[in-house]
Every structure is written in structure tokens, then in C-alpha cells.
């Protein structure tokens, strides 16, 4: 099953959207990697360890905020094994999509992007 | 361990060193168009890289580099982690055959490389960038095409980079914090770049000590006059 990573600068930020997407995913592995050594900020070796929670094979999408999460988020996939992509998709609706897709028995990691990728698109009015 | 790997740890320990001395001057240039914690991010990360690297057990050139680099990443907060840590950690790929004139362009290149696609910057955005990218093509001509001895080849890059450092202070921030500044960046001098050439100061002064040389005094012109009917061939 692909599995979800929500990475913001804030730990607050990242867990409060990991239990939004959650409502929605089901089983889908979605795990937490916000702040850096309890401070706002990112912080690769987090990242990692969270990439690594969330891959049981089938590969992760990775949600960012801003600036240097995507920076930390690319250097965390360079040194992963699985595979892992980040989703040019806004952090909490993209994870919400991404959780939801992830649940079709079908899915593949490049489903679950397009979905992510999707909420982008939302209407809010 | 062998002589370039232990050289490549004088140079993390001289950098770590070289840092905390500029702490305080690369934390007012970041207070001006910053947040005012370059100097303190990078001094902590870099002490913790000299510490990291003096551990390894008869490491070879290529792991101190990776390890230094992996140490920063971990230590570093904010961009200057990625940027400056898990660039030297992909670049450190390139000298699993040692330190020689050759790798270190190969190098230089792969680091410039990464910092601008991390970065999503080019020359001109008042970045790093412009420190490196005069200096690495300094770098790698001065080897490959004047085939000059590599400390001269160095120090012709450590004054091309000083050339980019100056030229961050008239333009504008197009990339980093200091973006969102707009027309206020101009007229101030980028810490990144200016910490990147404190950086490669320190390798140039840390290969002359290693070579047993005094570092030789050069300036960013080539003494080679470009043959175009050689190159067309």
C-alpha cells in the first residue's frame, strides 16, 4: 500500500493534518514529520525515519509546506531505498486526496500522485 | 589513513574553526536581509562535522567528506542544511577514488550542480550560487584546459569566488529569504556566498600547509590566450 508522509515546518502543523487525512484514509500508513529537534523548522534525518515508517514497498507521497521542507524532503528521498516523490499539491488538501486514493485496491504510487496533485484544482467558493 | 583523507579532515576542522571566527560577521550580514542565523547555525554544524570526522576509524577521503556533509545536514537548521550538508554528501560520490586535480573538478561541478537545482537558483539571484559558479569554472579550467599546478588552480578559484561574493552586494535577491526584501537586498553582501568563500579559503589554505607550499598569489585571469581555431576543431 503506498503510504504518506506530511512534512511542515511546524510538528503541530504536521500532526493536526496527518489526523485530518486520517479520517479519510483508512489503513493508509500516514506519518508525521514537522519541526526539527522541537524547534519550526524541517530536518532530513526526521523525514527519513518517517519515509521509512510509511514505505512498506509500494513506495510514499510526500506533502510539504514551504521553503526548505521541499529541500529537506529531496535530500530525505535521496538517501531512502523505497521510492518517494513529493506532490506539487497544497499540504493538507493534497494529503486528504493522497489518503483517499490510497485506499483503492488499485492504487499506484503514481495514482495517488495525480490525486494529491489534484487538490490543487479545489474550489473553496 | 591515507594523506588526502587526512587532509580532508585538516580542512573540516580549519572551516569549523574559520566559522566560529566569522560567527558573529556572517550573523550581521544575515540580521540585514535575513533571519539572522547564519553565523550561529552554520559555526554549530561545522564543530559538530570537525567532531564527527575526527572519530572515523582510517576513513578514506570520500567518507570524511560524506560524513562532514551528513553532519551538517543533521546540524543545520533551516536551507543552509540541505544546501550546504546534502550537497557535499551527493558531491562526496565523486571521490571514491581519492582527492586528485581530476576529482576534485568532478567535485566541484557534481556540489555546484546540486546547490543550484536544490536551490533552484542561477547566477545573479544573490545567492551562493554566484560565489560558486565563477569559482568552479575557474577551477575547472585552470586544471583542464591551463593545466596549471592545483594550488595555483585553487587559488585562482578562491579569487574568483571572492569576485562573486562582491558582486552579490549591487544586485537584487531573487531566490532565498532575502527575496521577499525585493529591491531593499540590493546593496547588501550575501551571507551564503560569503560563507562558501570562508569555506573554500580555508581548502586553499589547508592544501598549501598539506603541500608544504606558501598559497600562491594569483588573480581570476587566465594566462592562456583562447585559440578559436583550436577550439573549433
Redesign the interface.
Known sequence: MVGLVVVSHSATAAEGIVEVAAEMGGDTAIEAAGG?DG?M?T???RISDALAAADDGDGVVVLVDL??AV??A??AI??HDGEAVIADAPVLEGAVNAAVAATDPKATLDSVIEQAEAAADIEKT | MSGDAEAVVAAVEAVAERIERERDHLTDLDSAIGDADHGGNMAKGWAEAADAVAELDDPDAQTVVKTAGKTVLSEVGGASGPLYGGSLVFASQELEGGVTPESAVAFAETYLEKVKDRGDASVGDQTMVDALTPAVHTFKKSVETDELPPLEALAKAVAAAEAGVEYTVPIRASKGRASYLGWRSVGHQDPGATSTLYIMEELLETAADELDSEVPDVDTTSPTIPDAEAAEE
Open positions: 526539527d524547534e523548522g530536518d532530513a534525518d521553503g526548505s529541500m529537506n529531496e535530500v535521496e538517501m
